[in-house]
C-alpha cells in the first residue's frame, strides 16, 4: 500500500521541506539546449523584486500566476525556462543605507563614493537575499542556477554598450532641460515615477507694472515663490485686450528687473487673464517658451529647494517659507490682487512622497521617438499580444504621446554613466574608462558622477540574461521569451521600455525556426521583440475593495497569511479570484475555506490509501512506465471502467481537464481553480467515493476489488496532477507517497499534465448519474426539512414514467438506500400532488413517507420561491437562444442542451403548479 499519512494536514512542516527539496535538486535547472529534439520552447522572466523588498501581495498574486502558468508548460513536455533575478534598485537600496547612516550620525559624503558604496554592496549581502528566500518559501519553480543581480559584471558590461550605441547612434545626448527634482532624493526622476494628487490650494493674482504707462498687466499662479525668477509676461498675439502692449516691457515685482511682453501660444485668450508669466529655468512649458524667444534661464532655487543667491533677500529661505514672505511682500506693495480657491494637481515624488520641483538642470536623455516607433508598430501588428486587450489601447495611446527619457540619476548607488570630461570639454563615452582625453591628449580625465535609472538596465533583462551582447545559444532557443506577467502600473516603467530596447537592439535576431514552430509561434514575424504576450493581472484590495495602503492601516502581509492557512491555501485563493480584469478583494475567510480543502484532499488521500494495497500501486507503477515510454502519461492510463460510477468519473476528469487547460491558456486562472475545486470536493471526494465504497471490500468479488482499487488509485493521481500547478506543496506530498517515495521521476513537477481524451467523454454516464444525484439530494433536502433523525431511515416512494429512469434506480438501490439513508423504495404509478413531504424534476416525483405534521405554509412558500427560480431560468434560456451573437458562436451541443433544459423546466414548472393549486385547494 501507499506511505502510510499522518492524520492530520501540517502544511508548514510539508512546504518546508519540498520548498528545500526541490532547490536542492535542482529540479527546475534548464541546460543551455544544444542541437537535439526541437521541444517546443516556454520562458519568460520574472518580473525583479527590489533587493531592498520584502514580499507583499502584489508579489504574491504575480508569482502565484506565473509558477501556474510555468509548471502547467513543464508538465505539457515544454522546455520551460524561468528566469530570476532581483534588481538594485537605485533610490530605495541608496535612502535605506542612509537611513542605517543616519543612525550613526553620519551622511554619505561623510564616507565619500568609494565608501559609501562598499557600505552598500555590504548591505545587499546582509539583507537582499531576504525577498528570494521568501520566493522559495512559495515554491516558485525558477532556475535558481541562472539567478541574477542587475549589477552583476555581465550586466553590467551589457548596459554600457547599450549606453555607447545609443550615443554613436545619435539616439543619446547631454542637455540643459527642465527635468522632475526630488529635493529629498536630490536627483531627477522621470514623467512616471511622478505621482499626482489632487489637493485644494490657491491662485495668486499679480499685477505687473508696465513701463512707460500708468497700466498694470495681471497674471496668476499657483507658485508665487518662482515669479523671483520671471523673465517674460505672455500674451495671445489674437487677444485684442492686449495688442497696444505688445513690445513693452514690464518691472518684476520685489526684484526691480525689467521683462519683455511677448506674444506666445502658452497664453490663451480664455484661460485667467489672458496673460502669464514665463520662468523658463522651472516650468517645462516655460521653459520651450523660453527657448522660442531666446529668454535667459534663472534658476531661483537649488537642489534641496531652497532660494539661492538669484533670489537677493530670500535666499537661503526654504521654498514654502520663500512663498509666504513673497506674498507678505507683495500684498504690502500693492502687487497682490486677488486670491482664489484652486485645485492642485500636485506632483509628488513616488518613492519618498515630496512635493516634486520642475528644475533646469543638465541631464542625459534617451530620444524616444525613433525607438517608440517599432515598438508602437509590433503590438499593433500583434506581434506581441497585451492581454486584457483594454490595455493595448493604454500602451498605444501613451506611446503615441511619448517624451524624451531623462535616464540619469544623482545617485551613487547603480550604474555609473560611462561618459568621462575633459578640461578641454571634450566629452568621451566609452565601454571602458579612457586613460587620456582623444582630442586634447590630458589625463586624468573626470567620470561623469551620475548614475542611470534603474529602469534603464532592467529593460534591457530579455536579451541580457541571455548573454547579450555576445551571441549565444540561449538567445537563439530562449528569445523571444514567451510571456511577461505583470502589473499594470509598471505598464510604462518597465513593459514598453522592454519593447522598445528589445525591438532595436536584437533586430535581425532570429529564434531557432523548428522551436519557434514546435512552441505555437509559427504566424510571428518578427523575432526581436522582447515577448510573444503580455498578461496584466489586477490589483490585490482588501476585503472592502480599498486600495492597501499603510496609511489605512490595511496592508496585508501575505507571510502571515501562510502562517494561518498554508502557501497552498493562499495560492489557490489568489487563482480562485484572478478573473481576468477584475480586482481581487482578498479576504482571509475565503483562504481559511481553501485550508479545509485541502484537508478535504489530504483526508480523502488517506482513505484511497487505506482501501488499496501494493498490488495497486505494482499496477500504477506498471501503468506509469508504460506511459512514460511512450509518452502519454497525460491521462486515466489503465483505468477501467467497470461500473456506471466510472464511466462518470472518467468522462468528468476528462471534461474538467478539457476546461482547465482551455483556462489556462487564456489567463482564466479563477476558471481553472473553481473547475478543479468542484471536481476535486465535488465529485471525487462527495459522489465517487462513496458510490466506489461497496466495490472496494466486496469480499464475494476480489476482483472487482481489485479493479476498484486500482481505479481509485489512477485517479487520484490524476487529480493530483490536475491540481499540482495551483496547489504544488500538498499534491508533491501525496503524489510521493503513492509511490511510497520511489516514483519513476523525482517529482510530480516533472510529470504528465493531464490532456482530455474526447473517446472518454460520456454523456450517458454524466447524464444517469445527474440524475440519480438529483433524486438522492431530493430525498436529503426533505429530510431536512423534516428533521428527520440522521441515524432513522425512512422509506420513500418514487413515480418515474420513464422505463429508462426506473431501471437507472433500481440498478442502483444499494447506492440510492446508502446514499440517501432509506429504508424501503417503493416504485408507484402516480404521486398526488396534495401529499406532504414531496419533491418534483422533469424526470420523477419523490414522496418521503414520515408520519410528522407538515407545516403546509412552509412547503407552499417553498413551492413559489423554486417556481420563481424556475421562471428565471427559463427566461434567461430564451434570452440566450434570441440572441443571434450567442448563437453564432456558441458550440451546437450547448445550444441543444439549453434546449432540452427549457423543455424540462417547463415539466417541472408544470408539476409544481399543480402541486400549489391542489394545496390551495385543501385549504
Known amino acids: 500500500m501507499p506511505r502510510e499519512l499522518e492524520k492530520s494536514y501540517a502544511p508548514g512542516q510539508i512546504e518546508k521541506r519540498w520548498a528545500e527539496y526541490w532547490v536542492e535538486q535542482k529540479l527546475f535547472s534548464v541546460p543551455t539546449p544544444s542541437i537535439g529534439p526541437r521541444l517546443p520552447v516556454f520562458s519568460l522572466l520574472l518580473p525583479p523584486p527590489n533587493v531592498t523588498g520584502r514580499l507583499h501581495m502584489g508579489h504574491m498574486l504575480n508569482q ?61 549581502r546582509h539583507y537582499g537575499g531576504a525577498i528570494l528566500e521568501q520566493m522559495k518559501r512559495l515554491g516558485v519553480s525558477v532556475d535558481w542556477s541562472r539567478e541574477y543581480f542587475t549589477m552583476d559584471e555581465k550586466l553590467s558590461r551589457a548596459v554600457r554598450e547599450v549606453f555607447v550605441r545609443l550615443y554613436e547612434e545619435g539616439l543619446l545626448y547631454r ?48 507658485r508665487p515663490e518662482t515669479m523671483l525668477g520671471d523673465t517674460a509676461v505672455a500674451v495671445n498675439e489674437k487677444d485684442e485686450r492686449y495688442r497696444h502692449l505688445h513690445g513693452k516691457r514690464v518691472r518684476l515685482p520685489l526684484m526691480d528687473r525689467e521683462i519683455p511682453i511677448i506674444t506666445d501660444e502658452l497664453a490663451q485668450p480664455q484661460f485667467g487673464t489672458g496673460a502669464v508669466k514665463v520662468t523658463p529655468a522651472h516650468d517645462a512649458n516655460d521653459f520651450a517658451a523660453g527657448k522660442r524667444h531666446h529668454l535667459p534661464e534663472i534658476e531661483v532655487m537649488d537642489e534641496h529647494a531652497r532660494m539661492n543667491q ?4 530670500y535666499a537661503g529661505l526654504d521654498r514654502l517659507k520663500a512663498r509666504q514672505r513673497v506674498l507678505e511682500d507683495l500684498e504690502r506693495q500693492g502687487f497682490l490682487v486677488g486670491v482664489k480657491d484652486y485645485t492642485i494637481a500636485l506632483g509628488k515624488c513616488d518613492r519618498c512622497g515630496t512635493v516634486v520641483e520642475p528644475r533646469l538642470s543638465t541631464q542625459w536623455f534617451v530620444k524616444v521617438t525613433p ?98 551582447p555576445d551571441q549565444t545559444r540561449d538567445q537563439e532557443v530562449f528569445y523571444p521569451t514567451s510571456l511577461l506577467i505583470t502589473a499594470y502600473e509598471i505598464l510604462f516603467f518597465w513593459v514598453a521600455r522592454m519593447i522598445m530596447f528589445g525591438c532595436h537592439f536584437m533586430h535581425g535576431h532570429r529564434q531557432d525556426p ?25 490589483l490585490v484590495r482588501d476585503a472592502e475593495r480599498q486600495k492597501m495602503s499603510k496609511t489605512k492601516g490595511n496592508v496585508i502581509d501575505p507571510l502571515d497569511i501562510i502562517d494561518r492557512f498554508g502557501t497552498d491555501a493562499t495560492r489557490f485563493t489568489l487563482a480562485a479570484m484572478a478573473a481576468p480584469g477584475t480586482d481581487i478583494a482578498f479576504n482571509p475567510s475565503r483562504t481559511e475555506g481553501y485550508r479545509a480543502f485541502a484537508n478535504k484532499i489530504w483526508n480523502a488521500a488517506r482513505f484511497v490509501f487505506l482501501s488499496t494495497d501494493a498490488n495497486h500501486r505494482k499496477r500504477l507503477l506498471r501503468t506509469a512506465a508504460a506511459g512514460a515510454g511512450n509518452g502519454s502519461r497525460n491521462g486515466l492510463d489503465g483505468f477501467e471502467p467497470a461500473s456506471l460510477e466510472d464511466r462518470w468519473i472518467r468522462s ?11 483556462a489556462l491558456q487564456t489567463y482564466r486562472f479563477h476558471e481553472a481553480a473553481n473547475n478543479i475545486y468542484d471536481f476535486f470536493w465535488g465529485e471525487f471526494c462527495d459522489w465517487y467515493l462513496e458510490l466506489i465504497k461497496p466495490r472496494l471490500t466486496d469480499a464475494m468479488s476480489p476482483e472487482k476489488a481489485e479493479v476498484a482499487g486500482s481505479n481509485l488509485l489512477i485517479l487520484l493521481e490524476a487529480a493530483l496532477r490536475l491540481l499540482h500547478p495551483i496547489m504544488p506543496f500538498i499534491t508533491e506530498e501525496l503524489w510521493q507517497a503513492i509511490y511510497e517515495d520511489k516514483p519513476l521521476l523525482k517529482s510530480i513537477a516533472l510529470a504528465g499534465y493531464p490532456q482530455p481524451d474526447e473517446r472518454q467523454f460520456d454523456l450517458a454516464a454524466e447524464t444517469e448519474i445527474a440524475i440519480l444525484q438529483d433524486l438522492i439530494v431530493s430525498v436529503r433536502n426533505l429530510r431536512a426539512e423534516l428533521k428527520v433523525e440522521a441515524k ?62 407538515v407545516d403546509r405554509a412552509a412547503g407552499k412558500q417553498r413551492l413559489r420561491k423554486e417556481l420563481d427560480r424556475i421562471e428565471r431560468e427559463i427566461n434567461h434560456a430564451h434570452d440566450q437562444l434570441g440572441n443571434a451573437q450567442f448563437l453564432a458562436k456558441a458550440p451546437a451541443q450547448v445550444i441543444e442542451r439549453l434546449r432540452n433544459r427549457i423543455a424540462e423546466l417547463g415539466i417541472l414548472r408544470q408539476k409544481m403548479n399543480d402541486q400549489l393549486g391542489e394545496r390551495n385547494g385543501l385549504e
Open 310 to 313: 538669484n533670489t537677493g533677500a
Open 792 to 853: 432513522q431511515r425512512v422509506p420513500i416512494q418514487i413515480f418515474a414514467p420513464d422505463a429508462n429512469i426506473r431501471r437507472l434506480f433500481e440498478d442502483n438501490l444499494s447506492a440510492l438506500e446508502r446514499l440517501a439513508h432509506v429504508s424501503r423504495v417503493e416504485f408507484v404509478e402516480n404521486l398526488p400532488a396534495k401529499l406532504p413531504a414531496l419533491r418534483h424534476s422533469a424526470r420523477f416525483d419523490v414522496h418521503l413517507v414520515y408520519e410528522k405534521t
Open 371 to 468: 525607438l517608440a516607433e517599432r515598438a508602437i508598430q509590433v503590438v499593433e501588428d500583434g506581434e506581441i499580444e497585451i492581454v486584457p486587450e483594454n490595455y493595448k489601447q493604454i500602451y498605444l495611446n501613451w506611446m503615441g504621446n511619448i517624451h524624451d527619457w531623462c535616464i540619469s540619476r544623482q545617485l551613487w548607488w547603480g550604474h555609473r554613466i560611462p561618459a568621462w570630461y575633459c578640461a578641454c570639454g571634450e566629452i568621451i563615452v566609452a565601454r571602458e574608462a579612457p586613460t587620456h582625453c582623444p582630442k586634447c591628449g590630458a589625463s586624468p580625465l573626470q567620470q561623469d558622477h551620475d548614475v542611470l535609472d534603474t529602469w534603464f538596465s532592467s529593460g534591457l533583462l530579455p536579451f541580457t540574461t541571455l548573454g547579450w
Open 652 to 662: 468528468r476528469f476528462n471534461r474538467v481537464a478539457a476546461s482547465v487547460n482551455a
Open 64 to 124: 502565484t500566476q506565473m509558477d501556474i502558468i510555468v509548471r502547467w508548460h513543464r508538465m505539457r513536455g515544454f522546455l520551460t525556462l524561468w528566469l530570476p533575478g532581483t534588481d538594485h534598485a537605485g533610490i530605495a537600496t541608496q535612502m535605506m543605507v542612509e537611513r542605517q547612516l543616519a543612525k550613526e550620525g553620519q551622511k554619505r559624503r561623510d564616507l565619500g563614493r568609494e565608501a559609501f558604496l562598499e557600505r552598500v554592496w555590504e548591505w545587499k
Open 514 to 538: 523548428e522551436r519557434k514552430q514546435a512552441s505555437g509561434w509559427g504566424d510571428k514575424k518578427d523575432d526581436s521583440v522582447p515577448f510573444r504576450q503580455v498578461y496584466i493581472h489586477a
Open 175 to 222: 542637455g540643459n532641460y527642465i527635468v522632475n527634482w526630488c529635493p529629498r532624493c536630490e536627483t531627477a526622476i522621470s514623467d512616471l515615477e511622478v505621482k499626482h494628487e489632487e489637493v485644494p490650494g490657491k491662485l495668486y493674482e499679480i499685477r505687473y507694472p508696465v513701463i512707460g504707462t500708468e497700466e498694470w498687466i495681471t497674471v496668476a499662479t499657483t
